[in-house]
């Protein structure tokens, strides 16, 4: 039986799509639930018949509620998996821990460095030669969960931000849709620490 997954994004979705165009028999993406009403995975979404809800936190009075509210929301399809895949919002208190264990996020760096937002930035300028791909458990911290799996990716002469973030994006794909598969039929990495 298939393995139910949320999905929240915030932009392009080309994490989403990803997910959505390697569904077998053992994961189903049920949902998106994004923070952007105008974010580009929602047309992902819609081409393939998953549901989609906008929790957006200028609908709320605070941000409590709103981490309240999407907690809630992402209750209501019942996931076995929570992916974060460029969901631009730090998933508060109740969302971490109503979620532990199986909400899992996606990084442009190998964690611990470079955490934050401007991660392949971040990589650039302090001149590494190689970066790459995380994905981790998500925690209270910021890009601090237990990292699952990780793949380097080189730092190549010339290259600029988009460049960079391009080729990163492509493994960051690949990992991603592995882990899923991985979760859903309980193999490696989960409840484990993962070798780097």
């Known amino acids: 039986m298939a393995i139910r997954v949320v999905v929240l994004a915030s932009g392009t979705g080309s994490l ?6 390697s569904q077998d028999s053992s994961f189903e993406v049920v949902a998106l639930v994004t923070d952007n009403a105008e974010a580009g995975a929602i047309r992902h979404a819609a081409t393939a018949g998953v549901q989609v809800a906008v929790i957006a936190p200028n609908d709320f009075a605070d941000r409590s509620a709103w981490d309240l509210a999407l907690a809630d929301c992402i209750d209501f399809y019942q996931p076995d998996l929570v992916i974060s895949a ?10 971490v821990n109503r979620f532990a264990g199986r909400l899992i996020n996606t990084h442009p760096a190998l964690l611990p460095l470079f955490p934050g ?7 650039l300028v302090t001149g590494v030669n190689e ?15 237990q990292v699952i799996v990780q793949k380097n990716v080189d730092v190549i002469a ?11 994006k492509v493994v960051e794909r690949e990992l991603l849709v592995e882990v899923v598969k991985d979760f859903a039929g309980a193999k490696k990495y989960f409840g484990q620490k993962a070798d780097r």
């Open 16 to 21: 989403l799509k990803a997910l959505i165009d």
């Open 86 to 95: 460029g969901f631009m919002r730090i998933i508060g208190d109740e969302g």
């Open 117 to 123: 937002a401007h991660a392949v930035r971040d990589a």
């Open 131 to 145: 970066t790459g791909s995380t994905v981790h458990f998500v925690d209270a911290g910021v890009d601090t969960g």
């Open 158 to 168: 010339g290259d600029d931000e988009a460049s960079l973030h391009e080729r990163i």
